[in-house]
């Protein structure tokens, strides 16, 4: 990847750019719903900001220039990609533990994207348009049913925050226009989006509590345990498997008959991506000689418990999230 050299006017460029680099990843994520994608987009908006910066005259903030660049390298990119779905977006209804599963590869599915490269993290509270709010895997999720166009005007008004006649400048259409762009958008999203009380939280403490408890009982197994924790309509989801369950009862049937994790052969990591709570799970090898990286857990949690979880079956994430590839094989397990 090129990286742009700080030397003279460059580092001038630099100090007063850097500071927007992590909410331009979110609006690049949220766009393209891939951290890959978006890490490399980010880049590219650098160096095209960084070649052209002498001809910037300040006519808009530097800020707004960034956006102009990304969201139009964003839309480029977007001409010859397609939407990045879960398996719940696919349009087929949930299945049944005994069937048969199906990789699909080909798809490209919708990647999580760790809090500290978005400032979800809370490291810049007065950073509102990254706040975790913002790319929580469900509206992500929901954002990719939006044509290209849309999600770009939709993300600038209402997550962002612009006036419809700063859209119409950066996108280089009509005031009117942005505004019936917005309302087709609006109207397509209310229709996959979660609504507000689907994302309610638990108080701190409590999603503390509920967390250890996760991690207890999903270290050991103990399948009625985990499904105690969630509400009744929880999804379970682990792309690249198209196929996903609808309810505890078929989660608890899927654990008990397809999960590979064993009881005290698995280990969970916390982290943090979307906003949610997350954990890198690990299985001991054969050999007993240490863990290694499974698949990374994103949970949503509401007030009655958790209502989403979704596995990424993609031992690739976890150099992403910083978490190591293996554990060695007296790593401590929770503790009830």
């Known amino acids: 990847m090129t990286e742009v050299v700080s030397t003279g006017t460059d580092g001038d460029f630099l100090s007063q750019a850097d500071p927007y ?15 890959h994608d978006a890490e490399d987009l980010v880049q590219e908006t650098y160096i095209r900001a960084w070649r ?4 910037f005259e300040g006519r808009s903030s530097l800020r707004t220039w960034l956006y102009r660049i990304a969201t139009s390298a964003c839309l480029t990119a977007l001409e010859s990609r397609g939407r990045r779905p879960m398996p719940t977006g696919l349009g087929a209804p949930g299945c049944e533990p005994e069937d048969t599963l199906q990789e699909r590869h080909e798809v490209p599915w919708l990647e999580p994207v760790p809090d500290a490269l978005t400032g979800a993290d809370g490291a810049d509270p007065a950073a509102i348009v990254t706040s975790r709010e913002s790319v929580r895997l469900a509206l992500v999720a929901a954002l990719q049913h939006l044509p290209p166009r849309q999600r770009a005007v939709l993300i600038l008004r209402d997550v962002l925050k612009w006036r419809a006649a700063e859209v119409a400048e950066l996108m280089n259409i009509s005031t009117p226009a942005v505004n019936s762009i917005l309302q087709r958008a609006r109207a397509q999203l209310e229709k996959v989006a979660p609504t507000e009380n689907a994302v309610t939280e638990p108080s701190a ?3 503390r509590e509920l967390l250890d408890r996760f991690v207890t ?3 050991a197994k103990d399948i009625p345990a985990i499904i ?4 009744e309509d929880a999804v379970w989801e682990m792309p690249p498997f198209a196929g996903w369950y609808l309810g505890v009862e078929r989660i608890a049937r899927h654990l008990s008959t397809r999960c590979p994790c064993r009881p005290g052969h698995t280990r969970l990591v916390a982290t943090w ?16 000689e240490r863990f290694r990286a499974f698949n990374l857990q994103v949970l949503t949690l509401g007030q ?25 094989a007296d790593y401590p397990a929770a503790t009830a």
């Open 21 to 35: 680099r992590r909410e331009l990843m979110a609006h690049c994520y949220r766009m393209l719903g891939s951290v």
């Open 52 to 55: 052209a910066y002498d001809r």
């Open 205 to 207: 403490a409590e999603q």
């Open 217 to 219: 009982a999903f270290e």
């Open 228 to 231: 105690k924790l969630f509400t």
């Open 273 to 288: 991506a979307n906003g949610q709570p997350a954990f890198g799970t690990y299985l001991r090898e054969h050999d007993g």
């Open 304 to 328: 009655d418990g958790i209502t989403h979880v979704a596995n990424f079956v993609d031992a690739s994430l976890f150099a992403v999230f910083e978490l190591p590839e293996t554990l060695p």
